[in-house]
């Protein structure tokens, strides 16, 4: 199953590159601040996100997010997110959410709700991203709807 994921995930991706769009990766550490139990396979945890980033157009950086996460039986509920992206030439911070998918892989929504610098004009930008994980070791990697060549590193 999960290598037909990572097949799905590796095409969608590679089609993604034939556009101008704008994308980014994220290589980051996952960990759980505070847990609840809801039930006997079910939880509620806060967690952040912390790691770095690179993006198409050159740019990178460091990479924070908090969030919550609720799942049921290794299957996520809601995890949702907020990251802020900074890097020498200004900083972006996004808005996350994935439901119903599994705890390990899954696909997710985003909306860049601020920023400053040259990713002023991503603001607005909906995105889509791929997250997989390993222990507690993310990879994302995001793509948004708007031209590459909107965003001008100095």
């Known amino acids: 199953m999960k290598l037909f994921f990572f097949s799905i995930l590796g095409t969608v991706f590679f ?5 101008a769009d704008y994308s ?8 759980k ?3 609840i139990k809801t039930g006997e396979n079910s ?3 806060i967690i952040s996100i912390i790691g770095h980033w ?3 157009v050159g740019s990178f950086g460091k990479t924070e997010c908090y969030g919550k996460l609720e799942s049921v039986e290794k299957r996520v509920i809601l995890f949702e997110t907020l990251c802020k992206r900074v890097s020498k030439e200004g900083y972006f911070i996004m808005k996350g959410i994935r439901t119903k998918s599994d705890i390990e892989a899954g696909i997710g929504y985003s909306d860049i709700i601020g920023g400053n610098g040259v990713f002023n004009n991503l603001i607005g930008a909906k995105c889509t991203y791929a997250a997989s994980y390993f222990k507690d070791s993310v990879r994302i990697l995001t793509k948004c709807d708007m031209d590459k060549n909107k965003i001008i590193v100095k």
């Open 33 to 35: 601040h505070g847990t």
């Open 15 to 19: 089609s993604f590159n034939v556009f």
């Open 24 to 31: 980014y990766e994220d290589i980051a550490v996952l960990k």
């Open 43 to 45: 939880e509620y945890a």
């Open 54 to 56: 690179s993006d198409n």
